[in-house]
């Protein structure tokens, strides 16, 4: 359980998600092989890297330890470990 009155449980609720899946579809196109990262986790895991000074490996694994992180990036239940596979290289599409 988080306190939603947390700033990322609130900004994230602020943010209009629905732009970036707009916007930034065609920079990730999925033709073949595993599917594309979703650009709207793509947008949330750019901002907590580029708000907390984190490097691609550091975002995920606090992504994996901050149920506010986690809450951030959409999930709605505590995740143990980056099961997707879009978490093994989210932010690699993001810098190509």
Known sequence: MIDLRHELAKLAELIDWEFFEREWAGFFPSFVGRPATP???IA???YLQHAFDLSDEAVV??????PYYQHFCGETFFQHRA????LAHPLAQAHR
């Open 61 to 66: 694994a606090r992504w994996v330890e901050n």
């Open 39 to 41: 650009p709207r986790l």
């Open 83 to 86: 099961r997707s596979t879009h």
């Open 44 to 46: 949330r895991l750019l």
